[in-house]
C-alpha cells in the first residue's frame, strides 16, 4: 500500500478500512445508545439505493433505445455510428448502479447452507462476511477511481466510432474542477464532435462502487447495532 497517499495526517487505507471497522466495534458495543442517530442516515441511504435502481433501470430503457435506433437507421439505409459503442456504456452503467439496490434488495447470490446450522453462526458468521465483502468492494470502487483519473491525465480516448459534443465533456469537468478554474474549462466547450473520453463511461463505475461500498458497511452497522440482517432475499415465484 506505498501508493495509498496520506489525507489529514494519515495513509488513506486507514480511512478506508480501519475507520469503518472501528466504528462497526463502536456499532456492536453501543449500538442502542446510537441507534437513534442512525436511523435518518439510515432511511437516506435506502433513498439513495433507490435512486441507484432508478438510475440502472433508466440506462436500461436507453440500451433498448439504441438498439432499436441503431435497426431503425439500417433500415432506412441512414448512417448512425456510434450506437454499439453507447450502448455498451449504458449496460456498464446498469450493472454498477444496480449492485447496491440489487444488495439492499436480495437480489445478490448468497449462499447460507452454514448459516442456518445454529443462531450463533447465523448472526457472526454473517458479520464477517459482509464485512470481507464490504472490505474488498471499498478497494474495488478506490481503484476504479484511480483509473478514471489516470484515463483522465492520460486523455485516453474511445477507439470505437462513437463521438460527443465537446461542450458535453467541458460541462463534466466543471464538476472536478474549482470554481475559480470554471471558465478556463468551459471556454473549451464547443459543439465539435470528438471521441469520447474514456473517463466520462467509467464515472458509472466510480458511482456504482462506491455505492456497493457503502451499502456493504451500512448493512454491517446495521446488523452489529439491531442483530437483524437487512437483507432480505425477495420471494420469487
Known amino acids: 500500500m506505498r501508493d495509498w497517499s496520506p ?10 478500512f480501519v475507520m469503518p471497522t472501528l466504528f462497526g466495534v463502536v456499532c456492536l458495543f453501543y449500538g442502542n445508545q446510537i441507534e437513534g442517530f442512525l436511523r435518518p442516515i439510515w432511511r437516506f441511504l435506502d433513498k439513495v439505493y433507490v435512486a441507484g435502481g432508478v438510475l440502472a ?15 431503425i ?3 432506412i439505409s441512414v448512417p448512425l455510428p456510434g450506437t454499439t459503442e453507447f450502448a455498451g456504456y449504458a449496460m456498464a452503467a446498469t450493472s454498477f448502479f444496480a449492485m447496491a439496490h440489487a444488495l439492499t434488495r436480495g437480489a445478490h447470490i448468497r449462499v447460507s447452507i452454514i448459516l442456518n446450522m445454529n443462531r450463533f453462526l447465523n448472526r457472526w458468521l454473517d458479520a464477517f462476511a459482509v464485512l470481507g465483502a464490504a472490505i474488498i468492494a471499498t478497494y474495488f470502487a478506490r481503484y476504479a477511481i484511480k483509473t478514471t483519473v489516470f484515463s483522465e ?7 470505437g466510432q462513437d463521438q460527443i459534443p465537446a461542450w458535453v465533456d ?11 478554474d470554471w471558465g478556463t474549462v468551459w471556454s473549451k466547450a464547443s459543439s465539435e464532435l470528438i471521441y469520447t473520453p474514456v473517463w466520462i463511461p467509467q464515472l458509472a463505475m ?8 457503502v451499502a456493504l458497511w451500512d448493512t454491517l452497522y446495521r446488523m452489529l447495532v439491531t442483530g437483524v ?3 432480505v432475499s425477495e420471494a420469487v415465484e
Open 7 to 16: 489525507v489529514l495526517g494519515m495513509p488513506l487505507w486507514v480511512w478506508l
Open 57 to 71: 433501470a433508466c440506462f436500461m430503457v436507453t440500451i433498448l433505445g439504441l438498439i432499436v435506433a441503431g435497426m
Open 73 to 75: 437507421a439500417r433500415w
Open 153 to 159: 491525465m492520460l486523455n485516453d480516448r474511445t477507439q
Open 170 to 180: 467541458a460541462g463534466l469537468r466543471l464538476i472536478g474542477s474549482s470554481p475559480s
Open 206 to 213: 466510480c458511482i456504482g462502487t462506491v455505492l456497493l461500498a
Open 229 to 231: 440482517n437487512p437483507i
